[in-house]
């Protein structure tokens, strides 16, 4: 089940809600059984309360029943498969969760024990997603193969990438590993409650983050929010200006975001747009033969790796990938006209024939961002104590080509996960006493 976003304050308002009155004798005789396995009475009480805390849209007994139901085929499953969870993955999955309503796990317990929700309810719930992502992982993602294709569309213009809204944001970005996952939940969830100035958010950044805005205090441009991961762009949504998002996990990194202004913009800025493009320079201008040597280039590249591999000379294929407002005015004349992998050779330059291709066009730079798009140094100094600064990290350059791999997969691990639930449930017995 997903639930959606909250802040502390909705959530000590939840506890005031008036919860649903359950029968009080009988509370661990079973409700609905699934396969065998008995939901209680109990366990649906405590469901509907936590439900009801969180304000998740529905009629609480209903999702609460649905939700546990799919618990137990989860869990089934799970245990079919040999999936098991050690202690440590709970409690950094639990953290997680508390660290949503910027909480610590023992602040999230308390409030919640306050609206009758027992420590126990929360951690079954917190292990039955934790148990099913594990066994979706371990079971579809070797059939999933994403394609350098599939990146380059979900990048391009034409897919919108970098359309509508856009939002001014400060990032830091938290690296982890399994070791250290729990460890930096529970640092990012101690800075979400205490960086809410700019000042602090920035002196944070450079301390903590790996991202390359970090030498920015965090701050990047205005961002179409297409170009941020969905789950990013859910925490932001519930945001207003000046407040810091929980921690979001970005997979191998743990995010903070500070809002610092939205518009709600729909076309694409031409000041996010970016083009990957290559030249060759063929001797002799616009005569047959220059002109012979152009066609036979197109003839054999498909894509702008093949210039590499179709022209001999060293060095002769130009290529680079700039902000469109920073690339030479004939040339981004000749680009305009052009699709990605399009061949122009209108252009002439020192008594040479230009061979002119457009790799990709692309929208995922912040407004504001280096007009050449060059990788960050590995081997900057950092401040002291601050993590190696990684380039693949952070989003004011747009998604990496990895987080765009990383969120075209987790899109389709969805899909099998909610194909698979389906499946379980109709070959399921469930049935009430």
């Given at each position: 089940?997903?639930?959606?976003?909250?802040?502390?304050?909705?959530?000590?308002?939840?506890?005031?809600?008036?919860?649903?009155?359950?029968?009080?004798?009988?509370?661990?005789?079973?409700?609905?059984?699934?396969?065998?396995?008995?939901?209680?009475?109990?366990?649906?009480?405590?469901?509907?309360?936590?439900?009801?805390?969180?304000?998740?849209?529905?009629?609480?007994?209903?999702?609460?029943?649905?939700?546990?139901?799919?618990?137990?085929?989860?869990?089934?499953?799970?245990?079919?498969?040999?999936?098991?969870?050690?202690?440590?993955?709970?409690?950094?999955?639990?953290?997680?969760?508390?660290?949503?309503?910027?909480?610590?796990?023992?602040?999230?317990?308390?409030?919640?024990?306050?609206?009758?929700?027992?420590?126990?309810?929360?951690?079954?719930?917190?292990?039955?997603?934790?148990?099913?992502?594990?066994?979706?992982?371990?079971?579809?993602?070797?059939?999933?193969?994403?394609?350098?294709?599939?990146?380059?569309?979900?990048?391009?213009?034409?897919?919108?990438?970098?359309?509508?809204?856009?939002?001014?944001?400060?990032?830091?970005?938290?690296?982890?590993?399994?070791?250290?996952?729990?460890?930096?939940?529970?640092?990012?969830?101690?800075?979400?409650?205490?960086?809410?100035?700019?000042?602090?958010?920035?002196?944070?950044?450079?301390?903590?983050?790996?991202?390359?805005?970090r030498a920015a205090g965090g701050q990047i441009g205005w961002i179409p929010v297409t170009n941020l991961p969905p789950q990013a762009r859910q925490v932001l949504a519930g945001l207003g200006n000046g407040q810091v998002s929980p921690p979001v996990p970005l997979g191998n990194a743990i995010g903070l975001f500070r809002l610092r202004g939205i518009q709600q913009g729909a076309e694409i800025a031409p000041s996010a747009i970016s083009v990957d493009y290559a030249q060759v320079l063929i001797p002799g201008g616009r005569t047959p033969a220059a002109l012979a040597e152009a066609e036979r280039l197109r003839g054999e590249v498909d894509t702008c790796d093949?210039?590499?591999?179709?022209?001999?000379?060293?060095?002769?294929?130009?290529?680079?990938?700039?902000?469109?407002?920073?690339?030479?005015?004939?040339?981004?004349?000749?680009?305009?006209?052009?699709?990605?992998?399009?061949?122009?050779?209108?252009?002439?330059?020192?008594?040479?024939?230009?061979?002119?291709?457009?790799?990709?066009?692309?929208?995922?730079?912040?407004?504001?961002?280096?007009?050449?798009?060059?990788?960050?140094?590995?081997?900057?100094?950092?401040?002291?104590?601050?993590?190696?600064?990684?380039?693949?990290?952070?989003?004011?350059?747009?998604?990496?080509?990895?987080?765009?791999?990383?969120?075209?997969?987790?899109?389709?691990?969805?899909?099998?996960?909610?194909?698979?639930?389906?499946?379980?449930?109709?070959?399921?017995?469930?049935?009430?006493?």
């Open positions: 089940m997903r639930m959606t976003f909250l802040r502390p304050i909705a959530l000590v308002a939840g506890l005031a809600l008036p919860l649903p009155a359950l029968a009080q004798s009988g509370k661990f005789s079973p409700v609905v059984v699934v396969n065998d396995s008995a939901v209680t009475q109990y366990e649906l009480e405590q469901r509907i309360r936590f439900l009801t805390l969180l304000r998740v849209p529905g009629d609480p007994q209903t999702e609460a029943e649905k939700g546990l139901i799919e618990d137990r085929l989860r869990a089934q499953a799970a245990k079919a498969e040999g999936i098991t969870l050690s202690d440590q993955q709970i409690a950094a999955g639990m953290s997680e969760f508390a660290g949503r309503a910027n909480l610590e796990t023992e602040q999230f317990l308390q409030a919640i024990g306050q609206g009758g929700v027992a420590p126990e309810s929360f951690r079954d719930f917190v292990k039955s997603g934790l148990a099913w992502r594990e066994l979706v992982r371990a079971k579809f993602l070797p059939k999933i193969r994403i394609t350098e294709a599939e990146i380059d569309r979900a990048l391009s213009v034409p897919a919108q990438r970098g359309s509508g809204p856009r939002v001014l944001i400060s990032e830091i970005i938290i690296p982890t590993t399994p070791g250290t996952a729990l460890e930096k939940q529970e640092l990012a969830t101690e800075l979400a409650g205490k960086i809410g100035s700019e000042a602090a958010f920035a002196a944070a950044a450079r301390q903590y983050s790996a991202a390359p805005s093949d210039l590499y591999r179709a022209v001999k000379a060293e060095g002769a294929v130009q290529r680079e990938t700039r902000a469109l407002g920073a690339v030479p005015g004939d040339v981004a004349g000749a680009l305009a006209a052009l699709d990605d992998n399009e061949v122009s050779t209108a252009l002439t330059r020192g008594g040479s024939l230009v061979f002119l291709m457009l790799c990709k066009r692309s929208a995922t730079l912040a407004q504001g961002s280096a007009p050449v798009l060059t990788e960050v140094s590995t081997a900057t100094p950092s401040p002291e104590g601050a993590p190696a600064l990684d380039p693949t990290l952070g989003y004011g350059q747009g998604p990496s080509r990895a987080q765009i791999r990383e969120e075209l997969t987790n899109q389709r691990l969805a899909g099998f996960a909610d194909g698979y639930l389906a499946e379980l449930k109709a070959n399921a017995i469930i049935r009430k006493p």
